[in-house]
C-alpha cells in the first residue's frame, strides 16, 4: 500500500464531509476501519518473502 493510496481516501473523506455541520459516529467509523484494513494489508505485503 502505497502512501497515495491512504491520501486518496482521506481526501475523498474530506470532500464527503465538507460543509456538513455534523458527521454521523458511523460514517467516521467506516473510513477509521477502512483505513485500518488498508494499513494492514499493507503491513501483509511487506511480510510476505520474495519468491525468486
Known sequence: M???E???R?????EQYRGRDLVSAAEVTDLLLDLRLMLL???DKVA???VG
Open 10 to 14: 482521506i481526501d475523498k473523506a474530506l
Open 48 to 50: 510476505e518473502p520474495a
Open 2 to 4: 502505497e502512501q497515495t
Open 6 to 8: 491512504l491520501t486518496m
Open 41 to 43: 494489508s499493507s503491513d
